[in-house]
């Protein structure tokens, strides 16, 4: 008979890689909270949305726009600091205001997280309350 130990039923993690080099620019229409974004979780938190697409395959001319994907590789691969992506959650729900490309050469490059904007429509009044209420908190 074998022996298992608690190791032999966790997956392998993945090793976190974090993009560090964001600009947060004033905008007032975007609450002032950063949040850390698990890129995979992000995967789940946008099932259902009609102009989100994980996979290289599901990215079509509809919603996805090759320019703004090229745009964004070099400067990522430079390490130049880019506007952090915006989202926003409503009703328990994350959606991406700005910087869907951004977020998908992350993704591209095996990126795990990435910072971005949080707009608050929710009525939280703390960023612990935003933390809980969203699907995309740290690991």
Not at 27 to 51: C, M, Q, T, W, Y
Not at 52 to 67: L, Q, S, V
Not at 102 to 126: E, P, Q, V
Request: with cysteine.
């Amino acid at each position: 008979m074998k022996t298992y130990s608690i190791e032999d039923f966790i997956p392998e993690r993945q090793p976190r890689r974090i993009y560090e080099s964001f600009t947060f620019n004033e905008n007032k229409s975007v609450a002032p909270h950063v949040l850390e974004v698990n890129l995979n979780d992000l995967r789940f938190a946008l099932k259902g949305d009609i102009v989100w697409a994980f996979e290289k395959g599901e990215r079509m001319d509809g919603t996805f726009k090759p320019g703004k994907y090229h745009h964004w590789l070099p400067l990522i691969q430079s390490g130049e600091p880019i506007e952090a992506p915006y989202l926003s959650f409503n009703r328990g729900r994350v959606s991406i205001v700005d910087g869907r490309h951004r977020l998908y050469a992350f993704i591209d490059m095996g990126y795990t997280h990435c910072n971005g904007f949080c707009r608050n429509k929710d009525g939280w009044t703390s960023e612990d309350d935003m933390i809980s209420n969203a699907y995309l908190a740290n690991e």
